[in-house]
C-alpha cells in the first residue's frame, strides 16, 4: 500500500520537530513539514500545493481554519487537549501579574472544566471570530491583564498590542493522534485536486521586480526569478502587503541578498477585480550595504522578542517601560545608556517599530565595525543615509568613537535640521559605575537636546526574575518542542540571587541551557547551581590576564591599549576601577582605549 502524502503547516517550530519524529516512526506516512501562522501559513502552502501532491493536509487553530478555504486540499485540525491546557495554566503560574485565557470554544470550553476541577480562578473569555480578538485583547489591557494564555491568532495580535503571551501547545499525544486521523481519511476517500493557473501580468519593467495580489491576498504573478532570494523577496512583499492594506501610500525598504530595495504599491482594476501591484526597485545608489556597519532593516510583523519580553508587565525599575512609552512619539533625539546586556538594541527597535516613521527604513549605524573609511563616507557622500528624510537612525557602540567625531557629527545634525528630517537614536555603553557623564553623552545632550534613557542591570531587577523566566521559557518550549513548566522553589531563589554580569544576555543563554537538559516538567535547583558555576568559571577565565601575551612590537598607543584592556577585565569592566589601579583619570583611560583602536 502506497504511503499517504501530508504536508503539515506548523505555526512554530516545537510542534514540527515532533511532527517530524512521530512520521519518521511510521512506515505509511511521507511528511512534508513547513513553519509559518496564519496567512504566512497560507501562501507557504498554496506554494507547497503548487509544487506536488499531497493527500491531506494537516495545520492546528486558526492557520488550518484559514487554509482550509483558501485550498482544495482536505485540512485536518490538530486538536487542542485538556492536558495541553493545563500545561499552559502551569507555566502560566509562575508569572506573577494578571493574566486570562483567550480563545475559540474549543479552548475556552475545556478550560472552564480543568478550572472548575482544580479550583482555578482564572478569567477566561470566548472569541467566536478573528475579528473579535483586537477589541477584546485592547480590553483586557486597559482592565489590567498583561499576559494571555492562547492560541496562535490571540498571540500574534497581543504581541502587537504589548501584551505578553503564552501559546498552548500541542503535546506529541495530540499530534500523534492528528497524524493516525489523516492517514485514516486519506484511505477513506480521494479527492481530485483542481489546479488552475492565472494569466501572467506583463508589467515587469527595467531592475524592478513586479508582485500582484488580488483580494484574498493571492499571489497571482510574480517576475522574481532567482532562486536564492526568491523566499526572501516574496516575504517581503508579502509584509509590505499588509502594511498597503492600512495605508495605502506606505513605502518601505529591505535589505536583501546584499541589496537595498525600495517597495511601493499600487490599486488597480483588472477584469472589475481589485489587484494589489507591488513594484520592488533596485537602489542603485545604496553604496553603504558592503559596509557591516551600516544595516537597513524594517518593522517586522511578527517580533520574536517584543519590548514585554525586556522588561515585563511591571513598570518597578524607575519606569522604564512608561518612559519608552513617552518617548515614542517624541520628535528629540533619544539617547540609550545601560550596562552590556540590559537591551539597548531592543529598547531603540521599540522606538522605532512604535515611533512616527514605523513604515520607513530603520539603518542601524554600528560604530564599532564602521571605520575610519566607513565613517568618511557616510559623512561626505550624497547616497549617505544621513541624507535621508522620514527614517529612524540608529548610532550604536558610540564609545568606539572619539570626541571630534561626536563633534562632528552633531555640527552635521545640526547644519543639515537632521533631527528634524529622522528620527535619531543613540545607545551608549555604562560600567557599572554608570558614567553616563562621559564627554560622548554630554556633547550628544547639550548639542542635539536628547533625552536619556537608563536600562538598569539585572542585578538590580531581582523581582522581575521569575516573570521574565517564564516569558523566556515559553519562547524555548515553541522553539524547542519541551513543556518546561518552571522553577522548583530553590531553583528560583538561586536564579534571583545570581548576580548576572552579563545582564539579560547571560540570562537568556542561562535559560537555554537549563531548559535544553532539564528533562522533567520543573527545573531543579541542583540543575541551577551547576550551570551558575559554570557561568561564574567563564567568566573568572576570561577576566584571567593575558601578560604574557603583550605584543612588544606594536605601537605604544595599541601596547598601552591592550594593558588598560587587560586591567578593565580585571575590574569588571569599570573604567574608575582601572583608572584607580593604573594612577590615571578616567577621562586619560579613555583617551588610552580610542587611541589604541
Not at 501559513?41 to 500545493?49: F, M, S, Y
Not at 482592565?143 to 498590542?161: E, N, P, R, V
Not at 573604567?575 to 588610552?592: D, F, I, N, Q
Amino acid at each position: 500500500m502506497s504511503k499517504v502524502k501530508i504536508l503539515a503547516i506548523c505555526p512554530y517550530e516545537g510542534m514540527r520537530g515532533i511532527m517530524t519524529d512521530l512520521a519518521a516512526e511510521r512506515d505509511d506516512v511521507e511528511l512534508a513539514t513547513f513553519v509559518g501562522d496564519l496567512r504566512t501559513g497560507v501562501q507557504i502552502a498554496q506554494a507547497a500545493l503548487a509544487d506536488a501532491d499531497y493527500d491531506i493536509l494537516i495545520s492546528r487553530g486558526g492557520t488550518a481554519e484559514l487554509i482550509s478555504h483558501m485550498v482544495d486540499t482536505p485540512v485536518l485540525q490538530v486538536p487542542i487537549s485538556g492536558a495541553d491546557i493545563l500545561q499552559a495554566i502551569k507555566l502560566a503560574e509562575n508569572y506573577q501579574e494578571k493574566f486570562a485565557i483567550v480563545g475559540f470554544p474549543s479552548i475556552t470550553n475545556n478550560a472552564d472544566i480543568i478550572c472548575n476541577l482544580m479550583q482555578y480562578r482564572i478569567d477566561t473569555f470566548t472569541i467566536h471570530h478573528e475579528e473579535e480578538v483586537s477589541p477584546l485583547l485592547s480590553r483586557l489591557r486597559e482592565d489590567g491583564y498583561t499576559m494571555i494564555l492562547c492560541d496562535m491568532i490571540a498571540t500574534t495580535t497581543a504581541h502587537k498590542l504589548g501584551l505578553n503571551a503564552i501559546l498552548i501547545t500541542s503535546s506529541a499525544e495530540s499530534i500523534a493522534s492528528a497524524l493516525e486521523q489523516a492517514v485514516q481519511l486519506s484511505r477513506s476517500y480521494s479527492l481530485l485536486k483542481r489546479r488552475s493557473r492565472l494569466m501572467d501580468l506583463a508589467i515587469a519593467a527595467g531592475q524592478s521586480y513586479v508582485l500582484a495580489y488580488d483580494e484574498r491576498d493571492e499571489l497571482l504573478y510574480t517576475s522574481i526569478g532567482e532562486p536564492n532570494e526568491h523566499g526572501a523577496l516574496l516575504s517581503a512583499a508579502e509584509k509590505f502587503l499588509q502594511r498597503h492594506r492600512q495605508d495605502a501610500v506606505c513605502q518601505m525598504e529591505r535589505q536583501i541578498g546584499g541589496k537595498l530595495y525600495s517597495i511601493t504599491g499600487k490599486d488597480i482594476l483588472l477584469d472589475r477585480e481589485k489587484i494589489v501591484l507591488v513594484h520592488m526597485d533596485l537602489k542603485r545608489e545604496a553604496v553603504f550595504l558592503d559596509n557591516k556597519g551600516i544595516h537597513f532593516t524594517n518593522r517586522k510583523d511578527d517580533n520574536s522578542e517584543q519590548l514585554t519580553y525586556y522588561y515585563g508587565a511591571a513598570n518597578s525599575i524607575g519606569g522604564i517601560r512608561s518612559t519608552i512609552e513617552s518617548y515614542v512619539q517624541s520628535p528629540f533625539p533619544v539617547l540609550i545608556l545601560g550596562e552590556a546586556g540590559t537591551g539597548k538594541d531592543a529598547a531603540a527597535t521599540y522606538l522605532y517599530e512604535n515611533g512616527p516613521y514605523a513604515n520607513k527604513s530603520f539603518c542601524t549605524i554600528d560604530c564599532e565595525l564602521l571605520g575610519e573609511k566607513g565613517w568618511s563616507a557616510m559623512m561626505a557622500s550624497p547616497s549617505s543615509p544621513l541624507h535621508d528624510t522620514g527614517c529612524t537612525l540608529y548610532f550604536k557602540n558610540l564609545c568606539h568613537l572619539s570626541i571630534s567625531k561626536i563633534k562632528e557629527l552633531t555640527s552635521f545634525a545640526e547644519a543639515t535640521n537632521l533631527c528634524k528630517r529622522n528620527r535619531l537614536v543613540f545607545s551608549f555603553l555604562t560600567d557599572s559605575d554608570n558614567n553616563a557623564d562621559h564627554p560622548i553623552c554630554d556633547c550628544l545632550i547639550k548639542k542635539l537636546g536628547c533625552l536619556t534613557l537608563l536600562l538598569p542591570p539585572l542585578r538590580q531587577r531581582a523581582q522581575d526574575i521569575s516573570s521574565l523566566a517564564t516569558l523566556y521559557i515559553n519562547q524555548l518550549n515553541l522553539q524547542l518542542g519541551k513543556q518546561i513548566i518552571g522553577f522548583d522553589p530553590s531553583a528560583l531563589e538561586k536564579m534571583k540571587s545570581f548576580g548576572w554580569p552579563h545582564n539579560l544576555d547571560q540570562f537568556k543563554r542561562v535559560l537555554r541551557e537549563l531548559v535544553i537538559t532539564t528533562p522533567q516538567f520543573y527545573i531543579s535547583g541542583e540543575t541551577v547551581s551547576a550551570c551558575l558555576k559554570k557561568e561564574e568559571e567563564m567568566y573568572l577565565l576570561q577576566s584571567a590576564a593575558p601578560a604574557g601575551n603583550l605584543d612588544l612590537t606594536q605601537t605604544l598607543d595599541r601596547i598601552n591599549y591592550d594593558i588598560v584592556r587587560i586591567v578593565m577585565n580585571q575590574e569588571g569592566d569599570s573604567p574608575t576601577r582601572t583608572a584607580a589601579r593604573l594612577g590615571l583619570s578616567r577621562s586619560t583611560v579613555w583617551r588610552m582605549l580610542k587611541a589604541g583602536i
